[in-house]
């Protein structure tokens, strides 16, 4: 699988190395999965070629290093491509369910994310078809054949599962271009991809108990494994689903229209008076700013801070004090926009920025009055 990331991006695991320029990272649940996978895949084999001691696990190890470079080759298909086109990689983390490849931006056009998606399936498909010919090539009842064999119907079940229409499935990444590509909207293709995913998960969860109920998976764990795989499907699916709607209202972040006034008193007024003023002024939703003797504004209330301050102590403690200097607050231009907009916002809910046109200061603007454009229920609560 592959998915993008946006610049809050935070690297899982640790990392190993690096794979033709690319951060390789593993998981601990990568990890776990490889050491079960050795105790598991070594007694099967063991048993089936009649291996003692430490050969069976040596086998073990062959066969996960195997997955290891599968999986690995894969996501390089998804890094190269994306390479090859212009859309940078940040690193390919390999983790419990296989691996993804993290991008530092979104394709450029709907052929780009299609090539991308499909390189992944397409790699795992000529392994598949390789290993096959490996299986059928090697002498039978060998320990290379079975390995080749279990690796051939690995990397085809990768292929063709990973290849299905269902956000976050490779798959579904190539139905949002798909989507894209004929309504030029690369989020409704999201939103299809992200409803298809969950479709692929109710289905998965669904084949992975008829599987059991009629004995083709042999332990609760088989169940188990399947039973998380759809329940990981449909959490990246419904995700995409929400991003999706919220991108969708990204048109309505408009600075301008969402800056609240700023209502500015002199410095040493008490944070009573101040709140009087305002109340008296009808602007009891702006923003309070402090200005120095000449009428400048020298600073801005953190409201917050304000809020704490007992009714009985604001007499007293004038708005100065609970004021953030206005050369450390953070600015937004007015032309600013949507997720230019978002970018910009970092940290705090309540922390304020200025909306600047030029050198004037239209209004503040706060993390929550944008999230209320983007998530209407908060309205609401």
Not at 94 to 106: P, R, V
Request: aromatic share 8%.
């Amino acid at each position: 699988m592959s998915n993008a990331s946006g610049d809050d991006y935070r690297p899982a695991g640790f990392q190993v190395g690096r794979v033709l320029g690319f951060p390789l990272r593993l998981t601990s649940s990568w990890v776990f999965l490889a050491l079960f996978i050795v105790l598991f895949y070594s007694d099967i084999l063991g048993d089936t070629l009649g291996l003692h001691g430490a050969v069976r696990y040596l086998a073990g190890m062959g066969f996960v290093a195997g997955l290891l470079l599968s999986v690995l080759l894969h996501e390089l298909g998804h890094a190269l491509t994306a390479r090859r086109f212009g859309v940078g990689v940040r690193g390919i983390t390999l983790d419990l369910l296989g691996g993804y490849t993290e991008f530092d931006q979104d394709s450029p056009r709907p052929g780009v994310e299609l090539a991308t998606a499909l390189a992944g399936p397409g790699v795992s498909a000529v392994l598949g078809i390789g290993c096959t010919i490996a299986a059928i090539t090697l002498p039978e009842g060998t320990i290379g054949d079975k390995i080749a064999a279990q690796l051939a119907v690995a990397n085809l079940i990768v292929a063709v599962y990973n290849a299905l229409p269902g956000w976050p499935l490779d798959g579904g990444r190539a139905l949002r271009a798909a989507v894209w590509a004929v309504n030029g909207d690369r989020d409704r293709g999201l939103k299809v991809a992200g409803w298809s995913g969950r479709v692929v998960a109710v289905l998965t969860g669904a084949a992975s108990v008829a599987l059991f109920l009629q004995g083709w998976y042999d332990s609760v764990f088989s169940l188990l494994i399947g039973a998380w795989i759809a329940f990981t499907i449909w959490r990246g699916a419904t995700t995409a689903v929400l991003t999706a709607k919220v991108r969708a209202r990204y048109p309505m972040v408009d600075p301008v229209q969402l800056a609240r006034p700023i209502f500015s008193v002199p410095s040493g007024t008490s944070l009573a008076e101040a709140l009087r003023r305002a109340e008296e002024a009808g602007v009891t939703q702006a923003a309070l700013g402090v200005t120095d003797p000449d009428g400048r504004l020298i600073a801005l209330v953190v409201p917050a801070a304000a809020a704490a301050v007992p009714d009985q102590r604001r007499p007293w403690v004038t708005v100065e004090t609970l004021a953030r200097g206005i050369d450390a607050v953070a600015t937004i231009p007015a032309s600013a926009r949507g997720a230019d907009v978002i970018k910009l916002l970092r940290g705090d809910p309540d922390r304020p920025y200025l909306v600047m046109a030029g050198d004037d200061v239209v209004g503040v603007v706060t993390i929550m009055d944008v999230v209320r454009v983007l998530d209407p229920e908060q309205n609401r609560r």
